[in-house]
C-alpha cells in the first residue's frame, strides 16, 4: 500500500476519535447538568409568605417558673373585646420572640366551626393587632378558638401546634 492510503486511514481515525471524544464530553455536560438541577432548590413548595399586617410585638410575656423555655411559647388569654358590625377589629395575635418557629393562626367559631379569620406566616416577636375578620359580627358573645399551627424557621418542617379557648366579647 501506497504512503497516501496510510494517511488517510490515520485522519479517518483521528476524526472519529475526536467526534467520540466531543461527544462523550457532551454526554458527561448534559449528565452534570439535570444532576445539578435536580439538587437544586425545590421549587415545588411555595414560598413562606409573612402576614402583611404583623408588625413587631414589644412585649415580654411571663409563662411562669415551670415553662419550659426551649418549647414553643404560646400566649393566651381569656376573652377579647371587639367592636360589633366590622370586619377590621382590634386583636392581638403574638408570636413570642424567644419562638423558634413562625405561627399561622385560625379564629374559629365553636358553635359553627366556621373561620373567620386566618393569617399568614407570623414571625417570632411579632403579633398582629387588627384583625380583617371574614364577616362583621353582630353583637353577642361567642365560644371560639384561636388554632395556631407552626412551622419551623427555614419554611419547611411543620412542628406542634395548639388551640386555645376563647370567649369572643362583640359589643
Known amino acids: ?13 483521528k476524526k472519529r476519535f475526536i467526534i467520540i471524544f466531543i461527544l462523550i464530553v457532551l ?8 444532576v445539578l438541577f435536580s439538587l437544586g432548590p425545590d421549587k415545588s413548595k411555595p414560598a413562606l409568605e409573612t402576614d402583611p399586617s404583623a408588625g413587631d410585638w414589644g412585649m415580654d410575656y411571663d409563662y411562669g417558673e415551670k415553662h419550659d423555655k426551649n ?6 388569654r381569656e376573652s377579647v373585646c371587639i367592636e360589633k358590625n366590622k370586619k377590621n377589629v382590634k386583636m392581638d395575635l403574638a408570636n413570642p420572640k424567644d419562638n423558634k418557629c413562625y405561627f399561622y393562626f385560625k379564629v374559629i367559631l365553636d358553635d359553627t366551626a366556621e373561620t373567620i379569620y ?10 398582629i393587632r387588627n384583625v380583617n375578620l371574614t364577616r362583621p359580627l353582630p353583637e353577642g358573645e361567642y ?3 384561636i388554632d395556631i399551627s407552626t412551622v419551623s424557621l427555614d419554611g419547611t418542617t411543620p412542628l406542634n401546634g395548639a388551640r386555645t379557648k376563647l370567649r369572643l366579647i362583640v359589643k
Open 71 to 76: 418549647g414553643i411559647q404560646i400566649p393566651g
Open 27 to 34: 454526554s458527561a455536560a448534559v449528565i452534570a447538568g439535570v
Open 1 to 13: 500500500m501506497d504512503r497516501y492510503a496510510y494517511d488517510s486511514d490515520d485522519k479517518k481515525k
Open 118 to 127: 386566618e393569617s399568614k406566616a407570623v414571625p417570632p416577636g411579632q403579633s
Open 143 to 145: 365560644s371560639a378558638v
